[in-house]
């Protein structure tokens, strides 16, 4: 059974993975394994799928996890697209994410009937699930009736627990996404080469000469990474400049590249702002809505518009989505960028210049048409009359909690007041408190243990973050697992780690079929499971 398991797991069909067996078994043993036909390995598989659900069902009744989240990711590692309905959970300090269910995306509505499937196999697993669910998370959202699926069943969910859930409406997911895409049309080729040349020159240097810019490193074909080094670039760009005519530096980036490198940096920089406050809060869409308005404000840019006054649009309007910017309007702004960019505009030759007027314009109206695509998509993502039953996933990585006041996590943990009390005594809650009091303190008195918790990046991983619950010598052991439920939530600390084993799952929905459900997807996703559930 492991073997036909693990090549099931590969994503290859019950007749390849028939096939595979066979041919080994022939090479290995000469057939004493006997015939190993399709209808045997689907049989071996539906024994497979019932051993996972059994095992997640004895381990939440067990104890030992005090909530868990659902995670419903849309995934195209496959020949057709499908939700992954995924169970997270903390277990002995790591975070584990385990496949549930399969939905097939189809063409027409199907969102009742997946809330309906993903009930019915929560009530398999978890029969109080309605108290033990702390949160939902959406990912990876593609497509209308997908995205729709995905916040109908999250809505549901949400209104049949008995207590508020967090949820992770993934707008880091999204506001990054409205960077990259916006970052596509700065990064052209011409633009990364001189970014790739001027980085290597300046590290090229530091290796040489312990004086030189501290540089950071650019990790190639990472709009992430090209972006903080913008950011770096532009925080010292005097320092930069100096060391160009110091080694006569031959690549020597155009003033136009330096101020659309500062358009791109202070755009980032707004982004980030918001991102930093929706960490811990309730779900607020007024932070976004704040965020567009002022880049509307400081770009001078005109919209949302609604079909009747696009009429008083001029001819020469750049426009996107929505809103426009007139040429005139996106020079101000880019004068407005400091000094030097003052300068530099006004210095350009007119074909530069209008080539950096027309790219800053497409940026700046693609970024705040997805902003306002961003805020209308939430419209829907609350349940009406259930906006507060639905929290924003706070801090519960240490580097993070320990700059919470104490008076903001206990709130949170009143959140889950009655959660706790189902699994964890009354000594037990009081001691998270305390921990989280104590590691706060140290972090707040002691310079050693600030300096360790800041040594942490903020991309960290729950286990990493946390590992055997003794933070810079703090015991947070009670702590960390009130956290790791919170940490479940979050769709940034359970990266999915099935998608790099293998590049497409041997898998299609069968045309013209209206079942939401495909035994060979969930035979090869269970099998994936089934290879780690060890691990839990």
């Not at 659902?70 to 309905?85: H, K, Q, T, W, Y």
């Not at 980036?253 to 755009?267: D, E, G, K």
């Not at 419209?379 to 039953?389: A, F, I, K, Q, R």
């Not at 600390?493 to 079942?515: A, G, M, Q, Y």
Request: some cysteine.
């Amino acid at each position: 059974m492991n073997t036909c398991v693990k090549i099931v797991a590969s994503g290859v069909s019950f007749k390849q993975a028939a096939s595979l067996y066979q041919e080994m078994m022939d090479d290995i043993w000469a057939m004493e394994g006997g015939q190993c036909s399709e209808r045997r390995v689907m049989n071996l598989c539906r024994v497979m799928c019932a051993m996972n659900l059994e095992r997640l069902k004895d381990l939440f009744k067990s104890g030992d996890v005090w909530a868990f989240a659902v995670a419903l990711e849309v995934c195209n590692c496959a020949g057709s697209p499908f939700i992954d309905v995924r169970v997270r959970f903390e277990h002995d300090g790591e975070i584990h994410s385990v496949h549930l269910i399969g939905i097939v995306v189809l063409d027409d509505d199907m969102t009742d009937r997946s809330v309906d499937l993903v009930e019915k196999y929560l009530n398999i697993i978890a029969p109080l699930w309605r108290t033990k669910l702390i949160g939902v998370s959406l990912s990876n959202e593609t497509g209308s009736t997908a995205r729709g699926c995905t916040q109908g069943i999250l809505n549901k969910l949400a209104a049949e627990c008995d207590f508020p859930i967090y949820g992770d409406y993934c707008l880091a997911n999204k506001l990054n996404q409205l960077l990259r895409e916006a970052c596509r049309i700065i990064f052209t080729v011409d633009f990364t080469n001189t970014l790739t040349a001027l980085v290597s020159r300046v590290r090229s240097v530091k290796k040489r000469n312990s004086d030189a810019l501290n540089c950071l490193k650019m990790v190639e074909g990472s709009w992430e990474s090209a972006v903080k080094v913008l950011q770096w670039l532009v925080a010292n760009q005097t320092r930069v400049s100096e060391f160009i005519q110091e080694f006569q530096y031959v690549g020597v980036p155009p003033p136009a590249w330096w101020v659309i490198a500062r358009v791109v940096t202070n755009v980032a920089n707004r982004v980030n702002g918001v991102l930093l406050q929706l960490r811990g809060s309730t779900y607020d869409r007024q932070l976004v809505v704040d965020l567009m308005n002022h880049l509307s404000m400081m770009t001078r840019a005109v919209g949302p518009f609604i079909s009747s006054e696009f009429l008083s649009i001029s001819c020469e309007d750049i426009v996107i989505g929505s809103f426009l910017l007139n040429p005139v309007a996106t020079a101000t702004f880019l004068k407005s960028q400091g000094n030097f960019a003052s300068n530099a505009v006004d210095s350009l030759q007119p074909d530069t210049y209008q080539a950096l007027v027309n790219v800053t314009s497409t940026f700046v109206l693609t970024v705040l048409s997805k902003l306002s695509q961003i805020i209308s998509e939430s419209n829907s993502v609350l349940p009406e009359g259930n906006s507060s039953s639905i929290y924003q996933v706070p801090a519960f990585l240490p580097n993070k909690l320990c700059k919470v006041r104490h008076q903001d996590f206990v709130v949170a943990m009143q959140l889950q007041r009655v959660r706790l009390e189902k699994r964890f005594s009354r000594d037990e809650i009081e001691r998270i408190e305390a921990q989280h009091r104590t590691l706060r303190n140290a972090y707040l008195l002691d310079k050693r243990v600030s300096d360790e918790l800041n040594r942490l990046p903020d991309c960290c991983s729950f286990s990493e973050g946390w590992g055997e619950g003794i933070v810079a010598g703090v015991d947070c052991r009670v702590l960390r697992s009130f956290c790791g439920a919170l940490a479940a939530v979050a769709s940034s600390s359970t990266p999915r780690v099935d998608d790099s084993e293998f590049i497409l799952i041997n898998w299609c929905k069968t045309p013209f079929s209206h079942s939401i459900t495909d035994f060979c997807l969930e035979a090869t996703l269970h099998a994936q499971n089934y290879r780690s559930r060890s691990t839990y």
